[in-house]
Structure formats: C-alpha cells, structure tokens
C-alpha cells in the first residue's frame, strides 16, 4: 500500500503562482511513478502530468503544458507540482497519484490517490 498526502492548494488571484507538494509513504512508494490530476465540478478527472520514478522525462497534457512543472525529490518521496500564470478554469481539486506503471498515470488507470487538495483561482 502507498499512501499520499497532498498539500500546498488554496487561494490564488489569476496570474499568480502555487506549489502543491504530495508526500508518499508505504511500502512501494519509493518506485512508483507519480503524476497529478484535477476535477473542477461537473466535469470528470483530467490527467496533468506525470513523472517516472527515474529519470527526467516528464509528460504534461496540452492544457498546462508550459504553465505547470512537475518534479520529485526521491530522498522525501515527494512529487510537486509548480504552477505558474494561474487562470480561473484551473479551479479544481488537485489529486495526485502513484501506480508502478507510468503509462497507468498517463491513461488516468492509477492504483493509489491521494485526498487532494482545492486550488481556487480568483479573476
């Protein structure tokens, strides 16, 4: 089992910048790809971004790419997520995931979610 703790959501005005961080503990954790996902309401679970346990190749889809950075520290087990020039339809709750297959994280098929975390962008 792997368990995720996101945090860092919260508040922002339209422009502005927020990092969410994703803590993982457990016994696999440490070789799991992670990625982040985000669900505004109504709408279904849109992936974000992923990255592989090793290695620097990431994966973003088209509607942050640019915008949003993902990146891990293997020594905290933890994968963040840095975003920059903020819009209002990027108001959802932000999720992250781990699964041991990356292309699991990129077809949205993951084994372990975290709570998530609302991110709320003012105009």
């Known amino acids: 089992q792997v368990q995720l703790v996101e945090s860092g959501g919260g508040l922002v005005q339209a422009g502005g910048s927020l990092r969410l961080s994703c803590a993982a503990s457990?016994?696999?954790?440490?070789?799991?790809?992670m990625g982040w996902f985000r669900q505004a309401p109504g709408k279904e679970r849109e992936f974000l971004a992923a990255?592989?346990?090793?290695?620097?190749?990431?994966y973003y889809s088209d509607s942050v790419k640019g915008r949003f950075t993902i990146s891990r520290d293997n020594a905290k087990n933890t994968v963040y997520l840095q975003m920059n020039t903020l819009k209002p339809e990027d108001t959802a709750v932000y999720y992250c995931?781990?699964?041991?297959?990356?292309?699991?994280?990129?077809?949205?098929?993951?084994?372990?979610w975290g709570q998530g975390t609302q991110v709320t962008v003012s105009s």
């Open positions: 457990g016994r696999t954790s440490r070789s799991n790809a």
């Open positions: 990255i592989p346990w090793r290695g620097a190749r990431t």
């Open positions: 995931a781990a699964d041991l297959d990356l292309g699991s994280i990129v077809a949205g098929t993951v084994s372990y």
